[in-house]
């Protein structure tokens, strides 16, 4: 059974980002798929990566995150938030990561999600025992003036996921496009989200 991790990051359960993380999870089960979700907002996910990723760090080391990661048993481990989120990652079959893009990027908890989540040994390095997968990256915007801004968002996008996932020799499946939701008609968002829902079924095969 297809099987999708879905990160989610934006503050507001009623917002498009949401109507479209509860599209993908419809969409998914009528596939006869199954959607493991993260809503990193509203579980205080937080972004910054250090001594409290780990359960028993010795605060008189030096912060070395990489060595950290990578020798996470000798600090008891990670802590239960990150471990829980690497165990979805292992069950999953893809990850679909939906977002605003804020500043060009990212909102915080999901770029702290990508540092402290896919973390060096586990996700990366000579040693790393997570397989690959797929990616999908689901993005809102507040609007574009016309086809070059289009592209543009397209090439940010795409720099994104390759810096990423790219790296990690992911699957980087075609992303899709939300632009300016706010401005759009109930009539408008409604087909908006049967495009993403057919992107979806298209692209992980559902
Ligand atoms: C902190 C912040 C930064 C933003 N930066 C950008 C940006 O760089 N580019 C852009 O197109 N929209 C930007 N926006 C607008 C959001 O992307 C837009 O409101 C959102 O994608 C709409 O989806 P929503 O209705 O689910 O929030 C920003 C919004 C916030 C709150």
């Keep these: 059974m297809f099987k999708l991790l879905l990160i989610t990051a934006h503050p507001s359960p009623v917002s498009f980002n949401f109507a479209l993380r509860h599209a993908a999870v419809a ?3 009528a596939g006869g798929g199954e959607t493991l979700t993260s809503d990193l907002f509203q579980m205080g996910f937080g972004s910054l990566a250090g001594e409290g990723d780990f359960n028993n760090y010795d605060s008189a ?3 070395d995150l990489m060595e950290a990661q990578k020798n996470a048993p000798r600090h008891g481990g990670f802590v239960p ?3 829980a989120e690497q165990e979805k990652l292992v069950a ?3 990850v679909m990561l939906q977002f605003p893009i804020w500043w060009g990027s990212y909102p915080a908890p999901l770029k702290g999600w990508i540092d402290r989540v896919l973390s060096y040994g586990f996700a990366y390095g000579r040693s790393k025992t997570l397989p690959d997968k797929k990616v999908l990256y689901s993005v809102t915007t507040g609007g574009v003036s016309g086809p070059e801004e289009v592209a543009e968002y397209h090439r940010r996008v795409d720099a994104l996921a390759e810096d990423v996932f790219g790296y990690l020799r992911w699957e ?7 632009h300016d ?3 759009r008609s109930a009539e408008q968002r409604n087909t908006l989200i049967r495009e993403f829902q057919d992107h979806l079924a298209q692209h992980f095969g559902i």
């Design 172 to 178: 980087i499946l075609p992303p899709f496009f939300a």
């Design 27 to 29: 969409r998914i089960a």
């Design 61 to 63: 080391l030096p912060m």
């Design 92 to 94: 999953a079959d893809a």
């Design 181 to 183: 939701p706010d401005a």
């Design 81 to 83: 938030q990150i471990l």
